[in-house]
């Protein structure tokens, strides 16, 4: 025993790294592997974010989460089964194993990442609640809604900022709660509540989606902090490190100038970064039970965090969300990813 000890500790002297852990039997990722498929959960459908297109193809930020992820895994972005998950479902569906991601407009809070059993691998969308009216209500601040009719879906953390929100400014209003996101845009759009809330992402999404969205505003004011990001089961920290670098990789990606175009010539860089996080330099797939070329493989599905964004909900997509808060960080936004050395 203490002779197998001291050949661990000289390992871990020489390499300064400690051998992986071995793949635990009942681990995610074998039994990703073993299913050949990442069950993925996503949203119903929110442009942008994760939505099917006429032939069940899925496209969104979201949704090129899970893609990264099976690409990283299965070198293939399109061994992954989509699961749409109401609000109210998505924590039931990872918690029973019929999902093993949850990648979907999901924000981190401290009881969903405690007692709720996820495990948060990072923030893929800095986002903020918003309040979206009819312009004929000729409503300009949202503390003007005092006894406006609101309505969300249940199952949300929009549900009770909106109540701590009315709370804090001594204001009433009536929920209007919906389990579903196409009966809550209906009853909206049919004047059965004044107002619309959900993240601001996601208004401009659904305005969208509205008979005539130039008819609707969305309100200055932004009332809470919705960092989104994907989740895993408390549980397994393999898997949830999986998760989490590979959209680092796809961040650091951008700030290296990686992109899905020129990836391939990224590969024959001297930049030692560039060449770690390609998988041309040192062991760092071992770290974490995948191959070397694990960022490789992502980057090449969707593009670095810049192309995947532009892709979805920036200047290329008909959302045009500005960068803002999800610009990188040397650009003033708070996007920043940890080094792989
Ligand atoms: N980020 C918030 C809200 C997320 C949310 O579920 N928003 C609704 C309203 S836009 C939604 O995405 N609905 C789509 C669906 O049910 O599939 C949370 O994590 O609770």
Request: aromatic fraction near 8%; charge should be neutral; glycine fraction near 10%.
């Amino acid at each position: 025993m203490i002779r197998m000890l001291k050949a661990m500790l000289a390992a871990v002297l020489v390499t300064g790294l400690a051998a992986a852990p071995a793949m635990a039997a009942d681990s995610t990722l074998k039994k990703v592997k073993d299913l050949g498929k990442l069950s993925c959960g996503v949203n119903t459908g929110i442009a942008g974010f994760s939505a099917p297109d006429d032939k069940g193809n899925w496209s969104g930020l979201d949704v090129d989460v899970c893609k990264a992820v099976a690409a990283a895994v299965f070198k293939d972005a399109s061994q992954v089964k989509y699961v749409p998950l109401t609000a109210k479902e998505r924590f039931t569906a990872l918690q029973s194993g019929e999902i093993d991601l949850l990648s979907r407009n999901t924000t981190w809070t401290m009881s969903r990442d405690t007692s709720a059993g996820l495990t948060f691998t990072g923030i893929t969308y800095f986002d903020g609640q918003g309040f979206m009216v009819n312009k004929e209500l000729g409503v300009k601040s949202a503390k003007e809604l005092s006894e406006a009719s609101i309505c969300v879906q249940t199952g949300t953390t929009t549900e009770l900022n909106v109540a701590d929100y009315f709370r804090q400014n001594g204001m009433n209003y009536k929920p209007v709660v919906f389990e579903k996101l196409p009966e809550t845009i209906a009853a909206y759009n049919a004047g059965r509540c004044d107002v619309f809330t959900s993240d601001a992402s996601q208004l401009y999404s659904v305005r969208l989606t509205l008979g005539k969205p130039d008819d609707h505003i969305v309100l200055p004011e932004v009332i809470s902090k919705e960092p989104l990001g994907p989740a895993v089961r408390q549980g397994d920290p393999q898997w949830a490190n999986i998760v989490r670098w590979v959209f680092f990789a796809l961040v650091n990606a951008e700030e290296l100038g990686i992109t899905s175009k020129n990836l391939d010539e990224m590969t024959k860089s001297e930049n030692p970064e560039i060449r770690r996080l390609l998988g041309q330099e040192g062991d760092y797939g071992v770290g974490i039970g995948l191959e070397n070329d694990w960022a490789y493989q992502a980057i090449k599905a969707v593009g670095n965090y810049g192309e995947m964004f532009s892709r979805n909900v920036g200047a290329e997509s008909r959302l045009k969300i500005s960068r803002g808060q999800n610009a990188l960080w040397r650009d003033g936004g708070l996007q920043y990813a940890p080094p792989i050395r």
